[in-house]
């Protein structure tokens, strides 16, 4: 039987056993829950408090590091100031990985004066003692790594960038950043940085790209957050995209397959017109989390009120050990197995799709399918997972 067939049957049992784990008492675990207050249609304040853990002094100490460093209490001040009229939406994003908690907080409108902005807050936090983690401990060199930004910034970043910004230096880097499985999002003053949608910019650098700085010393922050799994192909890592392939998503791109496309657009904004491919439309939208990835739909109206997301194509970051532009086909094989079906994409193909020539593997996850592009190089070109 096919390596990848037994993951997939692995998957069921897994989720049994989380089932039955999520049923039993488990004090020693945090938990990031949401909380806040919606006052109006326009005004609302939501932020993360931790519960559980064995030690009472350190959640109060966590929790009160969460609202100071993300201006939690000045945002509620300001939000009461509101109550009358005005318009003021706080969100936030992120949680616990294994013992490190990290989140990014979003507020947008009138936040300090009537005058409409958007501020990036953040904080993370090392749950075993409470110690504000400083972006240092996550490389064996920390001036080496913030080259390699600076480099990757300059090389892969701005030429991307819109000529239309207001804003748009990357540096000098932001002091604020927010840790994901994923990589490492630089959050920047909207007046450094700033979008199409008049938000403040934030940018993903996939753990793949600061690999040969990045501490991956067991116990370390990095091996904590899950970053080995994300840059190193392996059967955990394998289990953990198939997992969540068989559940429509793909992790740390947060859309999942079925979700109404003009509600993403709403929420995150589009970052250049819709673009064709063969027998659909391809969505491009404004965040770090969405840099290189498309939303991919039908082309059935000029508009996209009815439309779902049919599919999501990532042509940039690493997942669970698929590193785009790093991994070699033969890699992948070699883990997931032979896929389920295989094609040669031809440069007639290749041009309608929107992609480059070379091959396409085929994975069944449940109901969905995963695809794996190479080039003709058989090197990873794009991660694909439709219905």
Not at 72 to 93: C, E, P, T
Not at 128 to 133: A, E, F, L, P, S
Not at 196 to 211: S, Y
Request: contains cysteine; negative net charge.
């Amino acid at each position: 039987m096919k390596f990848c067939r037994l993951i997939r049957l692995t998957i069921c049992l897994v989720a049994a056993m989380l089932l039955f784990i999520s049923a039993c008492p488990a004090e020693e675990a945090f938990l990031a829950e949401d909380t806040g207050l919606d006052l109006t249609e326009t005004v609302s304040v939501h932020y993360p408090v931790l519960s559980g853990g064995e030690q009472e002094d350190l959640l109060k100490q966590i929790n009160a590091q969460i609202q100071e460093d993300c201006h939690i209490g000045a945002y509620l001040a300001r939000a009461a100031m509101l109550i009358g009229g005005g318009n003021l939406k706080v969100s936030w994003q992120g949680g616990i990985m294994n013992d490190v908690f990290s989140c990014a907080v979003s507020a947008a409108g009138a936040v300090e004066n009537s005058r409409s902005t958007h501020v990036w807050t953040a904080c993370a936090a090392d749950l075993r003692d409470g110690h504000r983690i400083a972006l240092s401990e996550l490389f064996t060199d920390e001036e080496a790594a913030r080259d390699m930004i600076r480099g990757y910034l300059e090389d892969e970043v701005l030429p991307e960038l819109s000529a239309h910004l207001q804003n748009s230096e990357l540096e000098p880097l932001p002091e604020l950043f927010q840790l994901e499985p994923s990589g490492l999002t630089l959050l920047y003053p909207i007046s450094q940085l700033s979008t199409l949608g008049d938000r403040a910019g934030d940018i993903r650098i996939g753990w793949h790209v600061l690999k040969d700085v990045l501490d991956l010393k067991e116990d370390g922050i990095a091996d904590r957050i899950g970053a080995r799994q994300m840059i190193e192909l392996s059967a955990e890592s394998a289990e953990e995209l198939l997992a969540a392939a068989a559940e429509g998503s793909l992790t740390g791109i947060p859309v999942k397959l079925g979700d109404s496309v003009q509600e993403m657009t709403d929420r995150h904004h589009l970052l250049t017109d819709p673009d064709g491919f063969e027998g659909g439309r391809l969505f491009a939208l404004e965040g770090g989390s969405f840099r290189g990835v498309y939303l991919m739909t039908d082309d059935l109206s000029r508009d996209w009120q009815n439309s779902r997301v049919e599919g999501i194509r990532m042509d940039q970051g690493c997942l669970w050990g698929l590193c785009v532009g790093d991994t070699l086909r033969e890699e992948w094989k070699s883990v997931l197995g032979e896929p389920d079906g295989s094609a040669e994409i031809n440069e007639e193909k290749a041009e309608a799709n929107r992609l480059v020539p070379g091959a396409c593997d085929y994975y069944s996850c449940g109901q969905y399918q995963l695809r794996l592009y190479s080039d003709e190089a058989g090197c990873l070109v794009s991660i694909v997972l439709t219905e």
